[in-house]
């Protein structure tokens, strides 16, 4: 039977966007089989299911992810009574639901609805659908004291509908009273009670949307730029040095269009970084003079600076009124919301409570929540050597948002902090470290020096040496002051990984570095060794990769069934390639009998069961194989970006391994969320849970 959660609330205003996106992140990360259901909306199509179809690669047709919309529903409501809109909105639910193992249902949002008693709509709906049920309370502008009673009060009237409610989620509170009001709920109520503070930026509207809620037209401006938050707004009419004592970061400054004064002041000002602002919105249809524009844009590149037809009062009134919703051109509310959810909610608890079993197969989107987690549980800090590099920058904003792990940042202070401000990202709980002017340089000169003193390295040539940012970033995971690295978005992989060669090397278990990619299929995880680092590896380099590629699938949860690669199967075939393969087999067989391997096999013997029924039908990992070893770095490649593009799979990778320490390469191609996945591999790694030795840990329960 499939599993049900409905998301409901007791009024409007609850935020419970941020509830209903968390509770999708914990069932995406247990099963790829997900479906959305809001049985009454406003307007088709939904939003936010369009949002939860297109974030989680839900392949449900928009059509089945709602019941009715209000208007319908009142009509029948009045004309034949609530038993038979229940009973149409049920059937319309079941016909969704046999498609899906699990499926999140979102309540009615009670804004114009014009239904009586909609919470006992919402009770009988959850029961109706054999669903367990979350109410969301929201507690703007509220005491704590009354937070708390409506807490109370709202889980004893879905009990006593005969709701079963597993937890309950107060959102939006003050942050102060967020500890005292959770400490006291704990006490009060027999499920868990989650309470999420207010967070400012969730609700504060991009200059896009102000701009179109306005009518507004953009004279200056880049997309990057519209997409900031408007996190205050500053009204200007003062002269302009008691003005820019006025802005506050990310503030949107509303001002007449004829001060071009205060336009141009406060353009300089985040030009400077004191403080970066959202953008101006200039008002009474007044545009500045062409050349004024002309220094406005130079001033700050991006910028966003809209005009608008109506006065300052009028105006005011409409922002204000304005708040911000969770939608697919929003990402960096997307994560924020979810990064909040994650801080406050015990997401193992909430799961275990909404009994979703877990899935036998492994999705990609479920191979990279996987990666997040895990990542999460014990932090680490990774030092990302390319500080001013716009992916890298996103991909930083999204980490610390999520709270995967702590980051530093490596380049001119100043410089990453404009960038950052220019891209309306928020990066400010990172470390950042000039490796120029950085007191380390003088440390790890030194020490460079030292290691390299064979090779003819001085303490002057060090000291210019160790300014280049991977250098200084492999230096800082050497000297334990970063727990990994992450770099290769704008370097070759050899400057990259050659200073940790030479200053980090191999671990002691293994002979060599190699890599794997984890390659997620539609319904699978595979992992592929070597694709990236050694060109022809002999029979020794091969069992060795193989071995240092299983300990890695283990560790990352992918139960090692490891296929030796060849173009030959068994017995069938001879030649030095094959050879090669048989010795790499044999060796590995002698080194670690417990593995599970087999080779030389090709390929589709290796992944497809029907072909090792007729190739090999006694082996135990013909046809079932999750690591697959390429015999040289040619074939690996060319093999990994065939699959990449033909069959639509997800590359992660290269993830190192051999080192004594974590330091990834990325693709000079890397998408942001490429850059995501791979610093949380680095954290697991640094964690001791990824950075495989000789020995293959216990396989996790869920396995690809």
Do not use: W
Not at 365 to 377: D, I, K, P, Y
Not at 424 to 453: C, H, M, N, W
Not at 504 to 514: G, L, Q, R, Y
Not at 590 to 603: A, S
């Amino acid at each position: 039977m499939t599993r049900s959660v409905y998301v409901t609330g007791i009024d409007r205003g609850d935020g419970r966007q941020v509830v209903e996106l968390g509770i999708m992140e914990l069932l995406a990360r247990q099963t790829g089989r997900v479906g959305v259901f809001r049985p009454l909306l406003h307007d088709a199509p939904d939003r936010l299911s369009d949002l939860l179809r297109a974030r989680y690669r839900l392949e449900q047709d928009p059509a089945t992810a709602y019941g009715m919309e209000y208007h319908e529903a009142s009509a029948l409501l009045a004309e034949k009574g609530t038993d038979e809109l229940v009973s149409r909105l049920v059937d319309r639910y079941h016909r969704v639901a046999r498609d899906y193992e699990v499926m999140l249902v979102l309540g009615t949002d009670y804004a114009d609805t014009n239904l009586p008693d909609e919470l006992a709509l919402n009770a009988r709906l959850a029961n109706e659908f054999g669903a367990v049920v979350v109410p969301v309370v929201g507690g703007t502008r509220q005491t704590s004291e009354s937070v708390r009673a409506e807490a109370r009060n709202a889980f004893r009237a879905y009990e006593s509908l005969g709701c079963q409610v597993v937890a309950m989620v107060v959102n939006r509170v003050a942050a102060k009273d967020r500890d005292h009001i959770a400490e006291r709920l704990a006490a009060r109520l027999p499920v868990p009670c989650y309470v999420l503070p207010d967070d400012k930026s969730l609700s504060a509207p991009t200059v896009s949307q102000i701009t179109h809620a306005l009518g507004g037209e953009v004279l200056l401006g880049d997309d990057a730029g519209l997409a900031r938050d408007a996190l205050d707004f500053v009204f200007g009419g003062a002269h302009l040095p008691n003005f820019l004592n006025a802005l506050t970061p990310g503030c949107l400054v509303v001002t007449p269009g004829d001060r071009s004064d205060l336009m141009v002041g406060a353009l300089a000002a985040h030009a400077s970084g004191t403080p970066p602002i959202a953008g101006v919105l200039l008002t009474l249809n007044e545009r500045p003079a062409p050349h004024v524009l002309t220094l406005a844009a130079k001033l700050a590149p991006g910028t966003p600076v809209v005009s608008v037809a109506g006065n300052s009062f009028p105006t005011a009134a409409e922002l204000f009124a304005l708040q911000s919703r969770l939608n697919s051109g929003t990402p960096r509310k997307l994560e924020t919301a979810l990064g909040l959810f994650e801080r406050h909610v015990d997401t193992a608890a909430l799961r275990d409570r909404l009994s979703v079993a877990r899935s036998t197969r492994v999705t990609p989107m479920m191979f990279e929540h996987e990666l997040l987690e895990r990542a999460r549980s014990a932090r680490r800090r990774v030092v990302l050597p390319e500080g001013t590099e716009e992916r890298v920058l996103r991909a930083a904003d999204v980490l610390l948002r999520r709270g995967v792990c702590d980051l530093t940042l490596l380049g001119d202070a100043d410089a990453i902090r404009k960038k950052a401000g220019d891209l309306g990202l928020d990066v400010s709980a990172a470390q950042l470290i000039d490796p120029l002017t950085s007191p380390l340089r003088e440390r790890f000169a030194e020490y460079y020096a030292k290691v390299r003193a064979p090779k003819g390295m001085t303490v002057e040539l060090a000291n210019d040496v160790v300014t280049d940012v991977n250098y200084f970033g492999t230096l800082m995971v050497q000297e334990g002051l970063a727990d990994g690295m992450v770099s290769g978005s704008v370097h070759s992989t050899a400057a990259t990984i050659r200073p940790a060669f030479e200053i980090i090397k191999t671990n002691p278990d293994a002979a060599i570095v190699s890599s794997v990619f984890f390659m997620c299929l539609a319904d699978r995880v595979l992992v592929y060794g070597d694709c990236a680092v050694n060109p022809d590896p002999d029979a020794e380099q091969l069992a060795d990769i193989a071995v240092q590629s299983a300990a890695t699938a283990a560790a990352f949860g992918v139960e090692p069934r490891i296929a030796m690669l060849s173009y030959s199967t068994g017995t069938s075939g001879s030649g030095a390639d094959v050879d090669k393969v048989r010795k790499a087999t044999e060796l590995v067989r002698e080194r670690r009998p417990d593995l599970r391997i087999e080779g030389p096999i090709q390929y589709d013997a290796a992944v497809e069961p029907s072909v090792a029924a007729t190739k090999l039908p006694d082996s135990d990992v013909a046809g079932r194989a999750t690591v697959l070893i390429f015999p040289d770095l040619n074939t690996g490649n060319n093999t990994y970006k065939a699959v990449q593009r033909s069959a639509g799979a997800v590359a992660v990778g290269p993830v190192l391994q051999g080192l004594r320490k974590p330091v990834n390469d990325l693709s000079r191609g890397a998408l942001v969320q490429d850059i995501v996945t791979t610093v949380a591999i680095t954290a697991i790694q640094a964690q001791g849970g990824g950075t495989p030795t000789g020995a293959v840990p216990a396989a996790p329960t869920a396995t690809a």
